[in-house]
């Protein structure tokens, strides 16, 4: 087999190393971006900061443990007075750091829940707003609970979490009976305090069980019934959360984003070389508050459909610029909304938390 020829390039025509943009820094047990910064101790992470350096955590993350048998159904019931029987938690130690460098600074912290093994680890990213928690857990627990609970340095007035159909609201301290009923609900991707002071989000991979008042978050992370399935949670489990601080509010902070992007994987794309020829740009950058859920070919006619969400509570309109051409308005089937008579305002305009699909064709300019 022939070799392949190899051909020699000067030193100077390297591509120099991208630039990082909020690198991690470490000073002791502090550790920051620019963006949000915390603090470890013998009791674990025992502090948050926004990127004002104004703190976000009345105490450490209490990390719960409670005897659990559900009132009805045992494996969709939590009781309603697990918090009068608290169950121990030890941790081995100290926390210590794993990884070290500009572009991530991780560390790891050991312990254990009954019979069963915990490793806790942290990590910073380079310019990125949250601090990262995964909770690695051996379970072996029978009618137990496993809970995180976020001591809030800003007492809360009111706290939100997304739902199936949006976001709700709900008052910090429930004054009406149908509210105290309510005292846990299911939250898909985030939940976030509001308070005057500043506010607090919590964004997970998945749905989970949350909860809230004014002097704290609580998410409930584990379960171990024992009917119908006697086997149910138990095994190894990851459980993966983040902590974003939001001093102007949840909305402005745009958490259903960044929520989105936590459950994102990395994107590995190729550094901008010189000499390359200049592309055209496909879509725009959205606007606040817009995502784009897909982008793909409607036949061979050479039209696009885009589907869109607007993540906020506000009213969005969708503008794409001059390089494309807005055909019609459609439904989640690729029919018109007009044809229907489903359809009668500006076709740009996307509602609150609402879905939007659209014909549309490129118009690339001329060169």
């Known amino acids: ?36 910064s915390f603090e470890l101790g013998p009791r674990g992470l025992e502090q948050l900061w926004d990127s004002q350096d104004q703190p976000q955590l009345a105490g450490p993350l209490a990390w719960r443990r409670f005897a659990d ?24 130690g100290e926390p210590s750091w794993l990884e070290q460098g500009e572009l991530c600074t991780s560390f790891v912290w050991r312990g254990q829940c009954g019979a069963s093994a915990v490793r806790l680890e942290g990590r910073l990213l380079a310019n990125t707003p949250w601090l990262e928690l995964g909770l690695s857990v051996d379970w072996r627990q029978r009618h137990e609970l496993l809970r995180l609970e976020i ?11 997304d739902t199936s159909g949006g976001v709700l609201e709900r008052p910090a301290q429930p004054v009406t009976a149908r509210e105290q009923a309510r005292w846990e609900v299911p939250a898909i991707s985030w939940i976030a305090s509001v308070a005057n002071g500043g506010g607090l989000a919590v964004l997970l991979d998945g749905p989970q069980g949350v909860s809230a008042s004014a002097e704290q978050l609580g998410v409930s992370l584990l379960r171990a019934p024992t009917w119908p399935d006697p086997g149910a949670d138990n ?72 589907t869109v969400q607007n993540c906020s509570p506000c009213r969005r309109y969708l503008e794409l610029g001059e390089s494309w051409q807005l055909l019609e308005r459609l439904d989640g089937l690729d029919q018109p909304l007009a044809a229907k008579g489903k359809f009668t305002g500006d076709p740009w305009l996307l509602t609150p938390w609402s879905l939007g699909f659209w014909r549309v064709r490129p118009h690339w300019p001329s060169a």
């Open 235 to 306: 095994g190894r489990q990851r459980l993966r959360l983040a902590l974003a601080p939001c001093p102007a509010g949840w909305c402005r902070a745009q958490v259903p984003k960044q929520a989105v992007a936590f459950r994102e994987p990395l994107w590995l794309r190729p550094a901008a070389a010189q000499g390359r020829p200049k592309r055209h740009q496909a879509l725009p950058p959205l606007g606040e508050g817009l995502l784009l859920l897909g982008c793909r070919p409607l036949g061979d006619s050479g039209d696009v459909v885009l």
């Open 69 to 92: 048998r559900g009132e009805f159904w045992d494996a969709w019931d939590i009781a309603t007075d697990y918090r009068d029987h608290p169950l121990a938690w030890q941790w081995q």
């Open 1 to 36: 087999m022939a070799a392949l020829p190899l051909e020699r390039t000067a030193a100077g025509a390297a591509s120099q190393a991208a630039e990082v943009e909020a690198p991690v820094w470490r000073e002791g047990w502090r550790c920051g971006n620019g963006l949000v």
């Open 151 to 161: 001591p809030l340095a800003h007492p809360a007035q009111r706290w939100a979490a």
